[in-house]
């Protein structure tokens, strides 16, 4: 039975084709495995705040020396690398904003990159210290990149894919619907993205 990790960024609730195509990817997994449970964090509810210097502060403490100050601002990014370490499976829904994710994924992104907890420096150079999971990543996009003119700025899949493997979490499947603002794509691009999915 493993357990599912829904991320969720896109504002727009039932009309979000992110949440759509993640939720499609999320069915395909618990078709192979009916007891799997799911999370769901959304990310536009309670978003995370911008790194403050209390964040920062609280980040290059060593725990044990925690004031109640760092305790506080440290409480999100503890919960949310917990969540991550508590799940066999991450599903992100990322829709493309303005080249690249939305900033609420971009500030929980920011909390769970943690020097020493979830990934660290040794002489072979960096290591990621979230082994053993798997990520699937749902991205939609108003044109199109997987190919053709736009394809140099294919910023979202590599930079999610690197950070991720960054912190130890290397077995990545992107799923992408893209086109939705292409006039001859847009009817088809969810059903698109769905059909692509291999699991
Ligand atoms: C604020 C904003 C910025 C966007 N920027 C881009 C962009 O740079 N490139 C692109 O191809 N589509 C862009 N889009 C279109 C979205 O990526 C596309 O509609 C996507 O499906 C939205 O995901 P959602 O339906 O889950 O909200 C943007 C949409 C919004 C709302």
Redesign the pocket.
């Known amino acids: 039975m493993s357990k599912i990790l829904s991320i969720i960024s896109?504002p727009?609730g039932g009309?979000?084709?992110?949440?759509k195509l993640a939720n499609a990817i999320i069915e395909k997994l618990k078709e192979k495995d009916p007891a799997a449970t799911v999370q769901v964090k959304d990310l536009t509810k309670g978003p995370f705040p911008h790194l403050e210097e209390a964040h920062l502060n609280a980040f290059f403490t060593p725990a044990d020396q925690h004031t109640d100050e760092n305790k506080a601002a440290i409480k999100h990014s503890n919960e949310a690398i917990q969540e991550i370490m508590d799940a066999d499976i991450i599903v992100i829904?990322a829709?493309?904003?303005?080249?690249s994710i939305p900033s609420t994924l971009k500030a929980w992104i920011d909390h769970i990159c943690r020097a020493g907890i979830t990934f660290k420096y040794t002489e072979n150079g960096p290591q990621g210290l979230i082994t053993g999971k798997k990520v699937y990543i749902a991205i939609?996009?108003?044109?199109v990149y997987s190919e053709g003119p736009y394809k140099s700025a294919d910023f979202v899949a590599p930079y999610l894919k690197t950070l991720f493997g960054f912190i130890g979490m290397t077995d990545v499947t992107i799923v992408r619907a893209e086109g939705?603002?292409v006039p001859d794509l847009q009817a088809d691009a969810l059903n698109k993205g769905i059909e692509s999915i291999s699991i």
């Open positions: 896109s727009r009309a979000s084709n992110s949440i829904g829709p493309m904003y303005n080249f939609t996009t108003g044109g939705f603002s």
